[in-house]
């Protein structure tokens, strides 16, 4: 089955407790993505990755780290996390060479991380 | 500076009616793709419809329809025959193609409330 999987899905922590949410794709989309949800915000993007070593930052890129050494996974990484980081945060994978319906993103199902 | 709008929170429709949920955008990319998005409180993240700034047909899928106008600006969604199911949130996206580097922006967001 063609998926994007994300874990933990529920994660409580600490301030400053480094932590890293893991995403992985089966689809071998080159895009890849992070995306934090706060309400009245909509989604706004942390990090992008149009292929394996390249990556760029999206909106919202402080205090998050990403690596893409493999062309399936694009984990996240809070090294200091802070309680301002409290979120909802999806990947997102699609083919990102052209720009056509084919870049239809598909999302994981998402972590709901809180930061004490 | 690339921008999603989407100006209503919230709005209620009647069963087998007609909705429309708007979304204005500004870019000065010549390249761009428009999508929606349904969220259910479940909280997924489903793709429902896309069009590309070059494409001359407003896109269709299913019940699912884009009004798109670009000289406005505007990709409204247009959801023909609500059912009960289609209470979600309802996002609106872009992506620029050329400078925006496939960059993807998300508005706030709409809620839908279908009423029996």
């Known amino acids: 089955e063609a998926q994007v999987t994300q874990n933990p899905r529920y994660l409580i922590t600490v301030t400053g407790k480094k932590l890293t949410v893991t995403c992985s794709q089966n689809m071998n989309h080159e895009y890849m993505s992070w995306y934090r949800q706060d309400p009245g915000l909509g989604l706004r993007q942390i990090y992008y990755s149009m292929n394996v070593e390249v990556t760029d930052k999206g909106d919202v890129p402080e205090g998050y780290k990403v690596s893409r050494k493999e062309k399936r996974n694009f984990p996240l990484i809070l090294e200091s996390p802070s309680p301002n980081q409290t979120s909802l945060y999806f990947c997102?994978?699609?083919?990102?060479?052209?720009?056509?319906?084919?870049?239809?993103?598909?999302f994981g199902p998402g972590t709901r991380l809180t930061v004490l | 500076a690339q921008k999603i709008t989407q100006t209503q929170p919230g709005m209620f429709v009647q069963e087998k009616e007609a909705v429309t949920l708007d979304c204005t955008y500004d870019?000065?990319?010549?390249?761009?793709?428009l999508f929606w998005y349904k969220q259910p409180s479940s909280g997924e993240m489903i793709f429902l419809i896309y069009?590309?700034?070059?494409?001359?047909q407003n896109a269709t899928e299913g019940r699912y329809s884009l009004n798109f106008q670009k000289a406005r600006k505007s990709a409204n969604l247009v959801i023909s025959a609500s059912q009960l199911g289609d209470s979600a949130m309802y996002f609106c996206?872009?992506?620029?193609?050329?400078?925006?580097?496939?960059?993807?922006?998300f508005g706030a967001g709409t809620r839908l409330f279908v009423k029996a």
């Open positions: 996206a872009m992506r620029e193609g050329n400078t925006g580097g496939f960059k993807t922006i």
């Open positions: 997102a994978s699609s083919h990102g060479q052209t720009m056509t319906s084919y870049n239809e993103q598909f």
């Open positions: 069009q590309g700034s070059y494409d001359q």
């Open positions: 870019t000065s990319d010549p390249s761009y793709g």
